[in-house]
């Protein structure tokens, strides 16, 4: 396929370059909101995901996009341009669905160019945009087989090559490579994330899978029960994440509710947990008295939690006993019961030395630095639809 029909300059974020733009949408399914008040903008040329819990207006959100749902109120614009009145098949966009959806009597080449059949292209035109995109997914040695015939990777390509067919400036994928065991899956995320480079157009996609989202998109918006509750670049949302929600939804984190209770020379907060566990906290940014709230939720991530059974030198360091351990071969888990009651836990790189059996004690400690103070009224209060 000639790359030339595709966009290749990767977006800068301005006002003029959004691809696709929601303004304050809401989808109502018989009176219950699925998607509340959604404004988003995906910029040219942008790998976008949205994440969420399953049942939080992901592929409500996608399928308003791409046609197939209509919104309540609000609007969506397709390249400055309003959709309301465009039906599914007139929009720029294209969607591979997980179930692929591929027609099961058709042989791969014909599944691909379908589509380009139905829209009467002269059927020289329609065997060169087929090859183009075989190659573009590289299964130009499969055009002849049946889609039964194929391994489920295989049928995820010819999935998306029925898709770029159509040359979309938009691509909807929703949850892609959901049907794709963990290691195939692994292969089609290296595999999506050069098609994407590649042909420079839009990606959307629609996954509840985070470590998905983090690893091929450009930005993320993380989706709560219909409404989005942040969006940034991946370490935006994982090293910063703004709520609660996001920090617990996001990989693994100790959250502990508490209250800020004083500075120290206005570089250090300090927090006192509701289990009465005493938290010193890097100030500045976000992270000034003035800009929280005085009821805080401190979150540390497993990862920076580190363990020792000599004291150590540290901002925050507690005594516990060991609870759990987790063997997982590159990393240890493990749990540590703090004096105060609170089970914490640490996520430490396998050194080979030996495991700390159950009820040892040691001491739990990180920095100032390693944990993030979140405003605890800051989950989404219900919009009005
Ligand atoms: P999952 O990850 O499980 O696919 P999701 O985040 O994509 O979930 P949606 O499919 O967008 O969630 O659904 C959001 C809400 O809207 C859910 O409560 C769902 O039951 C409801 N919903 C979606 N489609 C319809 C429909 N056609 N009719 C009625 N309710 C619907």
């Known amino acids: 396929m000639s790359q030339t029909v595709y966009s290749t300059s990767k977006a800068v974020a301005t006002e003029a370059q959004a691809d696709v733009e929601l303004k304050h949408v809401v989808k109502l399914f018989n009176d219950e909101p699925a998607v509340r008040g959604l404004d988003l903008r995906v910029n040219q040329g942008e790998f976008f995901s949205i994440l969420g819990p399953s049942g939080c207006g992901k592929t409500t959100t996608l399928r308003?996009?791409?046609?197939?749902?209509?919104?309540?109120?609000?609007?969506?614009?397709?390249?400055?341009?309003?959709?309301?009145?465009t039906p599914a098949h007139r929009r720029p966009v294209n969607t591979v669905f997980q179930s692929y959806a591929?027609?099961?009597?058709?042989?791969?080449?014909?599944?691909?160019?379908?589509?380009?059949?139905?829209?009467?292209?002269?059927?020289?035109?329609?065997?060169?945009?087929?090859?183009?995109?075989?190659?573009?997914?590289?299964?130009?040695?499969?055009?002849?087989?049946?889609?039964?015939?194929?391994?489920?990777?295989?049928?995820?390509?010819?999935?998306?090559?029925?898709?770029?067919?159509?040359?979309?400036?938009?691509?909807?994928?929703d949850e892609?490579?959901?049907?794709?065991?963990?290691?195939?899956?692994?292969?089609?995320?290296?595999?999506?994330?050069?098609?994407?480079?590649?042909?420079?157009?839009?990606?959307?996609?629609?996954?509840?899978?985070?470590?998905?989202?983090?690893?091929?998109?450009?930005?993320?918006?993380?989706m709560n029960a219909g409404q989005i509750e942040q969006i940034g670049t991946p370490s935006d949302i994982y090293d910063r994440p703004r709520t609660p929600f996001v920090a617990d939804f996001i990989g693994d984190t100790n959250l502990m509710p508490g209250r800020i209770e004083g500075s120290r020379s206005g570089e250090k907060l300090h927090v006192v947990t509701e289990t009465g566990l005493r938290v010193w906290i890097q100030a500045g940014?976000?992270?000034?008295?003035?800009?929280l709230s005085p009821s805080v939720v401190v979150s540390v991530r497993p990862e920076k939690v580190r363990l020792s059974q000599e004291p150590p030198t540290a901002d925050n360091c507690y005594q516990g006993q060991v609870s759990h351990v987790m063997y997982l071969g590159t990393h240890v888990h493990w749990g540590v019961r703090l004096t105060s009651g609170e089970i914490l836990t640490a996520l430490q790189t396998n050194r080979g030395n030996a495991l700390l059996t159950l009820d040892t004690p040691v001491y739990?400690?990180?920095?100032?630095?390693?944990?993030?103070?979140?405003?605890?009224?800051?989950?989404?209060?219900?919009?009005?639809?």
């Not at 020289?124 to 990777?153: C, H, N, W, Y």
């Not at 090559?161 to 979309?168: F, G, M, S, T, Y």
């Not at 629609?206 to 091929?216: G, P």
């Not at 100032?368 to 800051?378: G, I, N, Y």
């Open 102 to 173: 591929l027609f099961d009597h058709m042989s791969v080449k014909d599944n691909i160019g379908f589509g380009l059949k139905i829209k009467r292209m002269p059927s020289a035109q329609i065997r060169e945009r087929v090859l183009d995109a075989l190659k573009l997914v590289r299964m130009e040695a499969f055009a002849d087989r049946l889609p039964t015939q194929l391994s489920g990777g295989q049928q995820q390509r010819v999935a998306l090559a029925r898709a770029l067919v159509n040359r979309p400036a938009v691509m909807l994928l």
């Open 285 to 291: 940014g976000e992270h000034s008295r003035e800009a």
């Open 64 to 85: 308003l996009i791409a046609g197939f749902e209509t919104p309540t109120s609000g609007e969506v614009l397709i390249q400055g341009v309003n959709m309301s009145r």
């Open 364 to 385: 739990v400690y990180w920095g100032a630095s390693d944990c993030r103070l979140l405003d605890s009224s800051s989950a989404p209060a219900d919009a009005a639809v």
């Open 176 to 222: 892609p490579l959901g049907a794709l065991d963990l290691k195939l899956r692994k292969q089609m995320q290296v595999e999506l994330s050069t098609l994407h480079r590649q042909l420079g157009i839009t990606f959307i996609m629609v996954t509840h899978d985070q470590e998905e989202a983090l690893s091929l998109s450009d930005r993320i918006a993380v």
